[in-house]
Nanobody
Framework: QVQLVESGGDLVQPGGSLKLSCAASGFTFSSYTVSWVRQAPGKGLEWVSSIYSGGGVTSYADSVKGRFTISRDNAKNTVYLQMNSLKPGDTAVYYC?????RGQGTQVTVSS
C-alpha cells in the first residue's frame, strides 16, 4: 500500500533553514504528483507546495513562495522541501501527501 514517511523537522530560529524529506513506497512514485501540506497548532490543514510527476512543474502557496523549494528524486522515491528564511508562522506539522494518502508528519518549530 501507499506509504509516505516524512523526516527532517526540528526546532530552528527565525531566519533559519530546514530541509524536509518524504520517502515514498508502495506505488509508481514517478507517475504521481506529491504535495506538502501543514497544520499549525489549532488550525486546519494548509496546502504548501506540489510537484508534478515530471518534476519540472511546481506550485507554491503565496505564504511560502520565494522561501520554499520543492524537488523530487524519482530514483530515490523521495520528495524534498527546502525551507529558507523561516518565520514563526511556519511552525506546524508538515505532511507529505500523494494518491490520497498522508504520512505521519514531521514537526517544524520556528522560535528564538
Amino acid at each position: 500500500q501507499v506509504q509516505l514517511v516524512e523526516s527532517g523537522g526540528d526546532l530552528v530560529q527565525p531566519g533559519g533553514s530546514l530541509k524536509l524529506s518524504c520517502a515514498a513506497s508502495g506505488f509508481t512514485f514517478s507517475s504521481y504528483t506529491v504535495s506538502w501540506v501543514r497544520q499549525a497548532p489549532g488550525k486546519g490543514l494548509e496546502w504548501v507546495s506540489s510537484i508534478y510527476s515530471g518534476g519540472g512543474v511546481t506550485s507554491y502557496a503565496d505564504s511560502v513562495k520565494g522561501r520554499f523549494t520543492i524537488s523530487r528524486d524519482n530514483a530515490k522515491n523521495t520528495v524534498y522541501l527546502q525551507m529558507n528564511s523561516l518565520k514563526p508562522g511556519d511552525t506546524a506539522v508538515y505532511y507529505c501527501t500523494s494518491r490520497g494518502s498522508r504520512g505521519q508528519g514531521t514537526q517544524v518549530t520556528v522560535s528564538s
